[in-house]
């Protein structure tokens, strides 16, 4: 007999409780290890795109401007005959963008920039503190 009206079925629930408690803390660690991060690569991927776009456009803008700038500027000079050569010029422009551009995402990160007086340390083997005002010797 159960002693103070307690039932010998108490204890399962007990155990189903903590099994319940288990899986929860497992589906909240997986959701907080999985999907969270997913939404931050998803907000940084956004503001990419969205940048790219914005620079694209800009760089539209900019190769429109020098083709309206030659035709207009330039009086008879680029007439007639020679009426291609300001689209020849922007369309070069344009490739010489998207080259740079290539050639800078191709070439990965660049080196960290030292300051002159931490590059020279580093090259004698010396160790700047992170104020990078002093130079002490490794050993500290």
Not at 10 to 23: H, M, P, V, W
Not at 80 to 86: A, I
Not at 109 to 118: D, N, S
């Amino acid at each position: 007999m159960a002693p103070l009206g307690l039932t010998s079925d108490n204890g399962n629930r007990g155990l189903r409780r903590s099994g319940d408690d288990a899986l929860k803390l497992t589906i909240d660690y997986l959701k907080q290890e999985t999907l969270e991060p997913l939404k931050g690569l998803g907000r940084f991927i956004a503001a990419g795109v969205a940048g790219s776009l914005l620079i694209a456009i800009g760089i539209l803008l900019l190769l429109i401007g020098v083709l309206r700038l030659l035709q207009e500027e330039t009086g008879s000079a680029l007439t007639g005959d020679w009426s291609w050569v300001p689209y020849m010029v922007v369309v070069l422009l344009g490739l010489a963008v998207m080259g740079v551009a290539a050639w800078r995402i191709t070439a990965g990160p660049g080196e960290r920039k030292l300051p002159k007086v931490a590059a020279v340390a580093k090259s004698a083997g010396l160790e700047s503190q992170n104020t990078g005002s002093e130079i002490t010797e490794g050993s500290s």
